[in-house]
């Protein structure tokens, strides 16, 4: 386990088997007795954090909590390993995630995308992949909303997935926010539901832009990410991410004076994407074309998008 902060904030790293996908962060708060995020699945890891917890003189029965930043497979894997007593604090929803009926609605709602049979492919293909469901009998999750604890405050945060919330730790002043701001890359996820309606949820790209500016006002110094290392430049990420925000929903406009289909636009903006992944590609793209259509600039007609006609 490596000490980030001395003998306060450990980081413990995992990445998916077999994938060359990025490593995806665990921390452990000493004093606090806490642990933020679950990494990917994994037994194996989960021994080793085991033995690396005990290395530090801590063993995991000791854990007061697990707190969980957001939904996604790779905060959330081990979950089922841990002994049941311990506390799981997250956003509530959380349950709706891990269950089959969100299986169940994700598969429902893939042809409201307008993708091409290939395209299909590629989301159900990355889907299997992320098959929460088998962790839904775990335990249920308590509302982080309930959680008191010296030193620590929790919020909701919009805007990287529909669980998305953020801890603080109160003295160090530094901020997790899992997924939310990642130095190089920002996405949403494309087949995130609406737990209340079964929809895809459209409103993830117009939170995020909300909840970056309610970020830039939080008293943190610190920022401590689901994947890469501790930032310290919190202004200048944040401001980094508005300016690409605004830059991708310029281009899409410019593009868009000719209407095209989703994929088209997909390949201009982020071209070369695909390679890394497609399903973060779309991802991307089509929450950005949700944003410009919620700000009435652009239009959905039959299959493509459009610079939305203003009415005389
Ligand atoms: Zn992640």
Do not use: W
Not at 160 to 182: M, P, R, W, Y
């Amino acid at each position: 386990m490596e000490e980030i902060i001395e003998d306060r904030l450990y980081r413990f790293k995992v990445r998916k088997k077999n994938v060359n996908s990025s490593e995806a962060n665990i921390y452990f708060l000493k004093k606090e007795q806490i642990l933020i995020d679950a990494g990917y699945e994994s037994y194996d890891d989960y021994i080793r954090l085991n033995k690396e917890l005990s290395n530090i003189g801590f063993h995991i029965e000791q854990i007061q909590a697990i707190i969980i930043t957001h939904h996604h497979s790779d905060h959330i894997g081990m979950l089922q390993y841990f002994p049941r007593y311990i506390p799981i604090i997250a956003h509530p929803d959380l349950n709706y995630y891990i269950s089959s009926r969100n299986n169940g609605d994700i598969k429902n709602s893939i042809p409201d995308l307008g993708l091409s049979t290939e395209e299909e492919m590629q989301i159900k293909k990355h889907l299997i992949s992320f098959d929460l469901s088998k962790l839904g009998v775990i335990k249920s999750i308590q509302d982080f909303r309930g959680f008191r604890m010296k030193n620590i405050s929790i919020f909701e945060l919009s805007g990287h997935s529909s669980t998305d919330i953020g801890i603080i730790l109160e003295d160090l002043k530094i901020a997790f926010t899992g997924d939310f701001l990642l130095e190089k890359i920002f996405f949403d996820s494309i087949v995130d539901i609406d737990p209340r309606t079964g929809q895809l949820n459209r409103k993830l790209k117009i939170k995020f832009k909300k909840n970056l500016l309610m970020m830039r006002k939080q008293g943190f110094n610190f920022l401590a990410p689901g994947h890469g290392d501790l930032i310290t430049t919190k202004k200048n990420l944040i401001d980094m991410k508005l300016k690409r925000l605004s830059k991708y929903c310029n281009r899409a406009t410019h593009l868009l004076n000719t209407p095209l289909e989703l994929n088209q636009i997909a390949k201009k903006i982020l071209p070369g994407f695909e390679k890394y992944s497609l399903f973060l590609q779309f991802s991307e793209v089509y929450l950005l074309l949700e944003l410009l259509i919620q700000q009435n600039k652009i239009e959905k007609v039959g299959g493509v998008f459009k610079i939305r006609e203003q009415s005389s």
